[in-house]
């Protein structure tokens, strides 16, 4: 009788229950016990999606396979033979060779050098003109286009302005005689490396400052304002505040920077040709002469060191952006 007077609902109410668990045999209370829930498996709109998501992105990674991945492993397989006829495995001898190289010693100290004074050049000088042109100044939008004309004219007409500006008997030679300085064989000297920091900087610092530019507009005002109310001044909201927000747009300039500053090359075989001054010959210079020369074992080796150094490099700026930007998710 008692079972015929049990409803369905009463019955599914009472399975829902949790059951009370029974004393433990030593006194000490028995614990209710934790249900695991079932985990779902994916829904058929959801393995649609991932289905025709895989297949869009499939042609991408088709082309960094082929273009990217697949001849970056030739150049490992290149840097570990001895010759493309006979192939034979030579383990790290094409890496000693390489460094007792006295032009790539030579090319490695030159690149290192302009990209550790041209880059921090760029990056300061960029993000000095976003906050001056950030702040309320006239001809906003002149400035602007000013500095990112560079970006629009092409390398030829690049190269041949520098070369009227920097010959023996350019522009710039002929100002310094009107002072009385003697003219200076800017091409063919150590002077050299001047000119090509010169053009790095002309040429890369309208893009890193549009770049700055658009990360100062998207700081929260407000809490600029608070801190003006506060009585903050000008230079301790940029380095409190600013700064802060600014981290992940420095580090990818640096790193966009670092990048152009090894493809430098163009500008400078333009100007001076396979073989320039020592303070201009850079690791591209060595690259491409041994490209030239067929000597594949050495440029394999080359190109395994510059990729190794980037990582590392990137590594870095990466790892300390990370650790700058954890007190915004906070």
């Known amino acids: 009788m008692k079972d015929k007077l049990k409803s369905p609902a009463a019955e599914d109410e009472f399975e829902l229950l949790p059951l009370a668990s029974a004393p433990a045999p030593d006194g000490s209370g028995g614990a209710e016990p934790k249900t695991k829930k079932k985990r779902r498996g994916l829904s058929k709109r959801e393995r649609r999606e991932r289905f025709s998501t895989s297949f869009f992105m499939l042609p991408s990674l088709i082309g960094v396979l082929l273009f990217f991945i697949l001849p970056f492993l030739v150049v490992v397989y290149y840097a570990f033979i001895d010759s493309n006829a006979s192939a034979n495995f030579v383990g790290l001898d094409n890496f000693v060779s390489l460094f007792r190289n006295t032009a790539f010693k030579m090319a490695m100290r030159n690149t290192g050098i302009f990209s550790l004074t041209a880059v921090p050049l760029v990056v300061s000088l960029s993000l000095a003109l976003a906050v001056l042109l950030d702040a309320k100044v006239p001809l906003k939008s002149t400035f602007r286009t000013i500095f990112l004309s560079p970006m629009i004219v092409p390398a030829a007409s690049v190269i041949l302005i520098w070369q009227m500006m920097f010959d023996y008997n350019g522009v710039v030679n002929e100002m310094l005689a009107s002072f009385g300085v003697a003219p200076v064989e800017w091409l063919k000297s150590g002077s050299g490396y001047l000119v090509v920091v010169l053009l790095f900087l002309w040429k890369n610092i309208g893009y890193n400052m549009i770049m700055f530019m658009s990360a100062l507009s998207n700081i929260p005002r407000d809490i600029i304002e608070v801190a003006m109310l506060d009585g903050c001044g000008p230079v301790r909201r940029f380095f409190t505040i600013k700064m802060r927000y600014l981290s992940s747009t420095i580090s990818f300039v640096t ?26 010959y850079t690791l591209q210079h060595f690259m491409n002469n041994t490209f030239s020369s067929f000597d594949y074992q050495k440029l394999s ?18 790892w300390i952006d990370n650790r700058a930007g954890r007190g915004l998710d906070e």
């Open 255 to 280: 790193i966009m920077s670092l990048i152009n500053s090894f493809k430098v090359f163009r500008e400078v075989y333009l100007l001076t040709g396979d073989y320039p001054f020592e303070s201009m």
């Open 301 to 318: 080796s080359a190109a395994i060191v510059l990729a190794l150094i980037m990582i590392v490099i990137i590594g870095i700026l990466l």
